[in-house]
């Protein structure tokens, strides 16, 4: 029995330096402005798209904010909206595409905050997945952020 600790403790000590060395994976993370609780936690690679996709509160259309991940932020690539109103860019340069207006608006961001509400019905598309975030909020505010993750902590993730 007394092998069993060095043994043990050798295997730890290996593992440990294996999870060290490995690189780390960029992570989408949702989380909850007021409690700083993680509501979601995704791993992303460089260029994956993520949307969030709602409906206009007052005009009751479509409107779609595009995003890519680009070296652990996430850059604005496209606005796709249904009509003109209260927030959607009205003197910005537009154009028009299958029945929608299109804008390719500048910037690039480490947060976004967004307050899900349950008219607009907040979604969260990364790359093929969706997430309902007026459910996963409770239709409180969040952070989406892009963190880099050891890649064992994410593997770690997925087995618990």
Do not use: C
Not at 94 to 104: C, E, I, K, L, P
């Amino acid at each position: 029995m007394g092998w069993l600790r060095p043994g043990l403790v050798a295997a730890v000590l290996v593992t440990a330096a294996v999870g060290v060395s490995l690189p780390a994976q960029q992570t989408l993370v949702v989380s909850s402005v007021d409690s700083g609780d993680v509501l979601l936690r995704t791993p992303v690679e460089e260029d994956t798209r993520v949307a969030l996709a709602y409906t206009h509160s007052v005009e009751r259309t479509r409107v779609v904010d595009t995003y890519r991940v680009r070296d652990g932020q996430l850059e604005m690539t496209r606005m796709t909206f249904e009509s003109y109103g209260w927030g959607l860019p009205a003197d910005a340069n537009v154009t028009r595409a299958n029945g929608s207006f299109v804008y390719d608006p500048p910037g690039t961001f480490e947060t976004i905050t967004v307050k899900p509400g349950r008219i607009a019905g907040h979604r969260l598309h990364v790359g093929d997945q969706r997430y309902d975030l007026v459910n996963r909020s409770n239709a409180r505010a969040v952070r989406i952020t892009v963190e880099r993750r050891p890649a064992l902590a994410v593997a770690i993730d997925h087995v618990t």
